[in-house]
C-alpha cells in the first residue's frame, strides 16, 4: 500500500488548512478588538454588580425580616411592649428637631 497522496489531495490539503487558519485569525481578530475587550469588561462589571445587587437586596429582606419578628407576633398583632418605646423616642427626636429648627428661625 502506497501513502502517496496526488497533487490534488495535497493542494486540497492546502486550501482546507488555509481556510482554518484564516478562520482561526478571524477569530483572534475579533477577542483582542478594543470592543469585544470592552464589551467583555463591561458585561463582567454588569455581572458583578447583579450578583452584589442580589446578595444586597437579600440582606435586606432578612434584616427586614428579623425587625418584622421584633415588633410584630406571629398571628399579625403588634408587639406593643416593644412598638410603644420605639415611637415614644421618634416622636422625642422629631420633637427636639422641631425646636431646634424653630430656635434657628429666631
Given at each position: 500500500?502506497?501513502?502517496?497522496?496526488?497533487?490534488?489531495q495535497?493542494?486540497?490539503?492546502?486550501?482546507?488548512?488555509?481556510?482554518?487558519?484564516?478562520?482561526?485569525?478571524?477569530?483572534?481578530?475579533?477577542?483582542?478588538?478594543?470592543?469585544?475587550?470592552?464589551?467583555?469588561?463591561?458585561?463582567?462589571v454588569?455581572?458583578?454588580?447583579d450578583q452584589?445587587?442580589?446578595?444586597?437586596?437579600?440582606?435586606?429582606?432578612?434584616?427586614?425580616?428579623?425587625?418584622?419578628?421584633?415588633?410584630?407576633?406571629?398571628?399579625g398583632?403588634?408587639?406593643?411592649?416593644?412598638?410603644?418605646?420605639?415611637?415614644?423616642v421618634?416622636?422625642?427626636?422629631?420633637?427636639?428637631?422641631?425646636?431646634?429648627?424653630?430656635?434657628?428661625?429666631d
Open positions: 500500500m502506497s501513502d502517496a497522496r496526488t497533487p490534488a495535497i493542494e486540497a490539503d492546502i486550501v482546507r488548512r488555509r481556510d482554518q487558519l484564516a478562520e482561526t485569525l478571524d477569530e483572534i481578530g475579533v477577542r483582542v478588538h478594543p470592543k469585544t475587550i470592552i464589551g467583555d469588561a463591561k458585561a463582567m454588569a455581572a458583578t454588580v452584589t445587587t442580589g446578595r444586597a437586596m437579600d440582606a435586606v429582606h432578612r434584616t427586614v425580616a428579623d425587625v418584622r419578628l421584633k415588633f410584630v407576633k406571629e398571628d398583632a403588634p408587639r406593643l411592649e416593644r412598638l410603644l418605646p420605639v415611637a415614644a421618634v416622636v422625642g427626636v422629631v420633637g427636639l428637631l422641631a425646636v431646634s429648627a424653630r430656635r434657628r428661625k
